[in-house]
């Protein structure tokens, strides 16, 4: 066998499971080990405990939001770009704490402003108007409180931003 | 495969993970927040969190250089982030030099679910992929996954981390796989 050859093999790396044996069990152990089913239920009634918070942070993010959205409209060129990089970043958080408190509606709209970030032209009007769209409902998701996607009102709000997208893109 | 982590009496005995690090990596911080606290409540011993990949670096740097009792054991990592993205940090694990680094275990935490995504991340040397929302269930079961199913290591010209197939299925077409032994140099620890 050559040397490229011999370079051209895969190597395969077979590990100690130290991992395991800092648990608590012998690096040869077979036995299966757990995660004590108590402290999970404690972890999880921790995440449910911190939807207290719900209201406030999205309250926060969307202020942010609606400020780089206001300096986004007035900033030089050269700063574009990272701003709209920063409002799909709310976004995403916004959707990462609705989808965990299974807030529907707010995880739709903040989904949707997510995906249309990437295609903001702040030259066009239109686009404005659409995005000027998003962060109008999500204040009315928050302030009234509507957490499934199903409700009349809910539908209402679905489709103003529809018709905004549908209208102007 | 389905770990069982029902709140039945089990004959298996807990982990202790009083000496176990995780490192939190994520810029939202309500969220690394919620799982930090989540996996204190597991009795994770040390939970260090880091909002970018930049900071989730020196982190790294500071306690896995050397091999020891302080090193972290496992990341938990976020796609999205500004400054340095998960894939760009995923990228920089599994190209260092360290055995204490490269070999980290990486579970990336993230809202994308979509077959492309999973094969990106599986391409740069994820071990595992958990998909948002965060619950406790499946913080758990990653983390035991991790620990019960530590995959070997694959090096080839294009790729480095955890070896990409979970199950040997034959190929239709021409195979351009490497299964022979002949073709393959494999180091024990």
Redesign the interface.
């Known amino acids: 066998m050559n040397n490229s050859e011999e370079n051209n093999k895969i190597e395969v790396y077979h590990r100690l499971n130290k991992l395991k044996q800092k648990t608590g069990f012998g690096l040869n152990d077979d036995k299966v080990g757990r995660i004590d089913p108590k402290s999970i239920t404690r972890a999880q009634n921790h995440i449910d405990g911190q939807e207290q918070e719900y209201g406030l942070i999205v309250k926060e993010i969307l202020e942010d939001l609606a400020a780089t959205w206001k300096e986004l409209q007035t900033c030089e060129e050269a700063y574009r770009d990272d701003l709209i990089d920063q409002i799909y970043n709310y976004s995403n958080n916004l959707k990462d704490l609705s989808s965990t408190y299974n807030h529907d509606l707010m995880q739709h709209f903040s989904l949707s402003l997510r995906n249309f970030c990437e295609k903001i032209d702040i030259h066009k009007d239109a686009h404005k108007v659409i995005v000027q769209a998003h962060l109008d409902v999500m204040w009315i998701t928050l302030n009234e409180n509507l957490k499934g996607e199903s409700s009349p009102k809910a539908e209402e709000l679905k489709k103003i931003v529809g018709q905004a997208i549908q209208k102007f893109f | 495969m389905d770990i069982d ?4 009496d ?1 004959e ?6 009083s ?2 690090r995780v490192l939190v990596v994520d ?2 911080s ?2 690394s927040d ?1 799982i930090s ?3 204190n ?3 994770i011993g040390r939970v260090i969190k880091a909002g970018n990949g930049l900071t989730a670096k020196k982190h790294l740097l500071n306690y896995n250089m050397v091999q020891n ?1 302080n090193n972290i ?2 990341v938990i990592l976020d796609w ?3 400054e340095m993205s998960g894939a760009a940090f995923l990228k920089w694990v599994r190209g260092h030099a360290s055995d204490t680094i490269k ?1 980290m ?1 990486v579970i990336v935490c993230t ?1 994308y679910t979509s077959p492309d995504f999973v094969e990106q991340a599986r391409d740069l040397g994820a071990t595992e992929v958990m998909v ?6 499946k ?2 079961k990653r ?2 996954h ?3 199913h ?1 995959r ?6 294009d790729f480095f981390g955890p ?1 990409r197939r979970r199950k040997i299925i034959a190929f239709k077409g021409q195979d351009r796989r ?1 299964n022979k032994i002949e ?7």
């Not at chain 2, 298996?12 to 993970?17: C, G, I, R």
């Not at chain 2, 948002?132 to 269930?137: D, H, L, N, R």
């Not at chain 2, 070997?152 to 010209?157: E, L």
């Open positions: 982590i029902s709140i039945e089990h298996e005995p807990s982990y202790d993970f000496t176990f810029d939202f309500f969220i919620l606290s989540t996996l409540e597991m009795g009792t054991d496992v999205l982030m500004p070999f275990p809202a948002k929302p965060v619950s406790a269930e913080l758990a983390i035991q991790v620990i019960e530590p070997p290591f694959i090096k080839s010209p070896d490497k073709d393959m140099k494999t180091y024990h620890e």
